[in-house]
């Protein structure tokens, strides 16, 4: 059964600094993984997704990368401002095995807080 | 833009009493999903819709059903809710394609006592 794992389940860093997210998950064989963010009291925004073949997909300040051998992936966040502060999960959805092809595994999250 | 859109917000249910969670979407996406999540144990799929017409069991599909009423509309019931169904619920839509995101709704919150 895939697992995902992130650590740490929180972080709290100044304002300005560059940070990363880490997220492992046991099960290689996966179609993508996505990263979400999640606001309290709101639900889920993807913020990017990398496909299998993919090293890594940038969005602005946000730079994920895929090391699918390793079982890792990382959420860097360049010059964090308060807004950044929410939640961050990665999800990876396994290639298809019948009724477990459109699922996503989700990781517990980072809870990520910016200090002015 | 409406995106994906959950009824009600907040819910209080009695144990033993029944209800259905809504959801619409505005996307013409052929996916639809609910999720429950709870504090410590992340995201866990309930149900899914792969097309209409069709659904599917998720990880953890007791004490649920589901009818994908249209295209567009997802619901989830509670036949007997029970005070373990308290949690935020989700439901999500996706379009067709290998790697397509997910996309969420902002969620119910039900406390069941």
């Known amino acids: 059964k895939q697992e995902v794992t992130q650590i740490p389940a929180a972080l709290s860093v100044p304002e300005g600094e560059n940070l990363v997210l880490n997220c492992s998950f046991t099960d290689s064989a996966i179609y993508n993984l996505q990263w979400f963010r999640q606001d309290p009291g709101k639900g889920l925004t993807s913020l990017l997704l990398i496909q299998s073949s993919q090293r890594e997909q940038t969005s602005g300040r946000l730079n994920a990368s895929l090391d699918k051998s390793s079982g890792r992936s990382t959420l860097y966040i360049a010059a964090s401002q308060p807004g950044d502060s929410a939640t961050y999960l990665c999800?990876?959805?396994?290639?298809?095995?019948?009724?477990?092809?459109?699922?996503?595994?989700f990781g517990k999250g980072t809870k990520l807080s910016v200090i002015p | 833009n409406a995106g994906v859109t959950q009824t009600p917000k907040f819910q209080v249910l009695k144990t033993g009493q029944s209800m259905t969670l809504q959801c619409a979407q505005d996307?013409?996406?052929?996916?639809m999903y609910w999720y429950r999540q709870d504090p410590g144990m992340g995201l866990r799929l309930i149900y899914y819709?792969?097309?209409?017409?069709?659904?599917d069991k998720g990880e953890v599909p007791n004490g649920y059903n589901v009818s994908r009423l249209n295209k567009r509309e997802f619901s989830l019931r509670l036949e007997s809710a029970a005070p373990s169904q308290t949690s935020v619920y989700f439901c999500a839509s996706r379009d067709l394609g290998l790697n397509q995101p997910q996309h969420f709704g902002d969620g119910t919150r039900l406390s069941i006592l």
């Open positions: 819709s792969a097309s209409e017409g069709t659904t």
């Open positions: 999800a990876v959805r396994l290639v298809y095995s019948g009724a477990g092809s459109y699922q996503l595994t």
């Open positions: 996307m013409n996406h052929n996916s």
